[in-house]
């Protein structure tokens, strides 16, 4: 049954202003939602990559242990290793008539920063989407009440157009600009909601990073076997 009433209403009776806040809420809630089920299952599959780490450091030795990760190319724990193995080459390797500044630190210092500086990469990549969602979150009622401010002025200058000020009059148009309120929060809730959950999980995994690269350090600058790296 159609109705005077409503979004649609809303939609057709509305002024440009109106359909502008519409159409941002809209794209802010599907982007939200591309960036949660995106962040979401990276996470996922970042989560199945730990149980990797114990065959790698169950390997015989280095470059077997990096063998024993999947997908090299996407695999934070491979990325980290190889890093450190290429830092460490690169600073064993200087020749005494090519001196570099890194030759002003010591072998241990080069290779904590060298590890520290690849999981902060792979922290800032972790970031990704988390600022819109921030943003979104902190926004979208306040885009949301704007259009709800706009709606009421615009149903109270026509009801005073119409010289006629009865309830029915009066409740739809400015229950109508309400429905905007309502858009920004539901937009603004699961942006928030999705934030808190991603920034905790990414903590966590950079955490097991974090741990990952000074079990790499140790290995390194004490010339442990691999697999006694536990």
């Known amino acids: 049954m159609n109705t005077p009433f409503g979004i649609a209403n809303l939609w057709l009776e509305g002024d440009g202003i109106t ?13 939200t939602w591309v960036i949660l089920l995106t962040r979401l299952w990276d996470l996922r599959n970042l989560r199945k990559l730990k149980p990797e780490l114990d065959q790698f450091w169950h390997a015989n030795s280095f470059e077997q242990g990096l063998q024993s990760f999947s997908t090299p190319s996407s695999n934070p724990y491979y990325q980290i290793a190889k890093s450190a193995s290429s830092a460490s080459v690169h600073h064993q390797g200087q020749s005494s008539n090519h001196r570099e500044l890194l030759q002003t630190l010591n072998y241990s210092e080069w290779m904590a920063r060298s590890i520290k500086n690849s999981i902060d990469g792979v922290a800032a990549s972790l970031q990704k989407g988390l600022t819109f969602l921030g943003s979104t979150g902190a926004t979208a009622p306040f885009i949301g009440l704007f259009g709800t401010v706009w709606g009421i002025y615009h149903a109270l200058i026509s009801i005073s157009s119409s010289g006629s000020a009865q309830i029915d009059q009066v409740a739809g148009p400015i229950g109508e600009a309400l429905i905007m309120t309502a858009l920004g929060l539901a937009v603004a809730i699961p942006a928030v909601l999705g934030f808190n959950a991603i920034n905790r999980a990414n903590k966590l995994f950079v955490a097991d990073l974090n741990r990952f690269g000074n079990d790499l350090l140790a290995y390194f600058v004490t010339g442990a076997r691999v697999n006694s790296g536990e």
């Open 19 to 31: 359909r502008f806040v519409a159409i941002a809420l809209l794209a802010c809630s599907i982007i």
